[in-house]
Structure formats: C-alpha cells, structure tokens
T-cell receptor, first 114, second 112 residues
Framework: ETGVTQSPTHLIKTRGQQVTLRCSSQ?????VSWYQQALGQGPQFIFQ???????GRGNFPPRFSGLQFPNYSSELNVNALELDDSALYLC?????????????FGPGTRLLVL | KQEVTQIPAALSVPEGENLVLNCSFT??????LQWFRQDPGKGLTSLLL?????REQTSGRLNASLDKSSGRSTLYIAASQPGDSATYLC???????????FGKGTHLIIQP
C-alpha cells in the first residue's frame, strides 16, 4: 500500500505567476484535501475533493482552484501568485469525511514566491 | 467558526518524563479529533484519532482523551524519548466537508 505523495518537493516562483502542485492519494482513498501551512502556523484548510467534485472550501480566494482525476489524484492551482502564498502546501487523503476517517498527509510542497 | 488553542506553545523536558499536551476547541459539534506530529519541514504524521463518541484512545506510549462537551483534548506521552521531539498538532473535524481545523501546535523538545 503506497502512501500519499506530492510533487514537486520545492518550487520557486515570482509574483504574478501561476503554479500547479500535484498529489497522489493513498490507495483506496477517494477524498483529497489541500492545506496551506505558513511558517510557524498550523495548516489551514483550502478545499476538499470527493469523486472529482469540490465539496468543501475554506476561506481562500477563487485564484486557488483544484482538480481531482478519476484515479483520485489531485492538483492545486494558484493563479496570480502573491508573496503571502509562500508556504508549505499539504495534501491529505481519506475515505469520505462524513465517515470520520483518519486523514493521511503527504510530505508537502514548499513554495517560495519572490 | 472553529478555533483551536494548544497549550503550552513550547515545552522542553529531560528524557524519561511523562508529559501532557493540551488542546481546546470552541465548537463541540465535531465528528472526531486527530493528533498529529510534524518534524521540521516535513508533512504530518497521524498519531491518534478519537471519534466523537469515544473518551480515550491509546497507541503505545501515547494516550489521547476527549471531552467534547467542554471542548478539550489532551495527549499524554509516557516515558518521553529524544525521538519524540517534534511539533504536536491537534485538529478537530467539523461537520460536512469543512476540513480539519488546526491549532498552532506545541513544539516539544526532549533533552537526552
């Protein structure tokens, strides 16, 4: 059984650019959530995908968008990057959240916006 | 809106001590609560999950309790070891698809 994987591990972008981060969920998990963790803070919920549909969203602007594919892998896209978008982006997979299942996190992608 | 507070923010103790990490949350309408550890620059490792109907959950030297009505959870670490050094985060899961809400964590250092 493979765990949650994310790519790339590190990324440097400039303000105004766009970025795509990728996540492969743990085998058998059909729900993927994305979180942003700024330095010294706890992770903040961005959004969740279940069966290729967004079914929950935190307090993030529309320039944060995502996709989930039929194999349950997922992408996080951020447009018009701002300096404050510099953070560790974490992906977590689980069985549907309504079942109260454990969420398993990947190693994260460290994004630096200059 | 759920808010999570973890006390203390940082803790440094000698190896072998038993210790308690505290977590409080403002909205008691939760499905479950997870405790995680995070090593510097790394992702989160799930330690324990307590369902809202449970009072306690144990895994090895770790024991987590949950008092949903008072909005409190504690993580007890027995016989601490230097390898336990990490940041510990608690995260209740609310209804629907709201995602986990995290505190800022407790930064734990176990001195050899």
């Amino acid at each position: 059984e493979t765990g949650v994987t994310q790519s790339p591990t590190h990324l440097i972008k400039t303000r105004g650019q766009q970025v795509t981060l990728r996540c492969s969920s743990q085998s058998g998990h059909n729900t993927v959530s994305w979180y942003q963790q700024a330095l010294g803070q706890g992770p903040q919920f961005i959004f969740q995908y279940y069966r290729e549909e967004e079914n929950g969203r935190g307090n993030f602007p529309p320039r944060f968008s995502g996709l989930q594919f039929p194999n349950y892998s997922s992408e996080l896209n951020v447009n018009a990057l701002e300096l404050d978008d510099s953070a560790l982006y974490l992906c977590a997979s689980s069985l549907p959240q309504g079942a109260g299942e454990t969420q398993y996190f990947g190693p994260g992608t460290r994004l630096l916006v200059l | 809106k759920q808010e999570v507070t973890q006390i203390p923010a940082a803790l440094s103790v000698p190896e072998g001590e038993n210790l308690v990490l505290n977590c409080s949350f403002t909205d008691s309408a939760i499905y479950n609560l997870q405790w995680f550890r995070q090593d510097p620059g790394k992702g989160l490792t799930s330690l324990l999950l307590i369902q809202s109907s449970q009072r306690e959950q144990t895994s090895g030297r770790l024991n987590a309790s949950l008092d949903k009505s008072s909005g409190r959870s504690t993580l007890y670490i027995a016989a601490s070891q230097p390898g336990d050094s990490a940041t510990y985060l608690c995260a209740p899961l609310g209804g629907g698809a709201d995602g986990l809400t995290f505190g800022k964590g407790t930064h734990l250092i176990i001195q050899p």
